[in-house]
């Protein structure tokens, strides 16, 4: 997972985190909270499309999650 504190978004460093990971890990896959929509746009905005998506979390909580990939 991938988080950035509030105080510090729109500055460019989830970017380059991100990067850092593709970069080192070719089809890399992430799964997001379908309920924060930044989060799926941003990485919509990197190159990732939805594969899938899942009605419960890993834990089986009621939060949709969307399963991502390059």
Known sequence: ???VEQQH?????????L???MAKHPGLKVDVNEQNPGAVRFYHRHGFVTLG???TDADGRPFP???LGQ
């Open 65 to 67: 999650i969307l399963h």
């Open 19 to 21: 990067r850092d990971a």
């Open 53 to 55: 998506r899942s009605e």
């Open 9 to 17: 978004r729109g500055r460019g460093v989830g970017s380059v985190l």
């Open 1 to 3: 997972m991938l988080f």
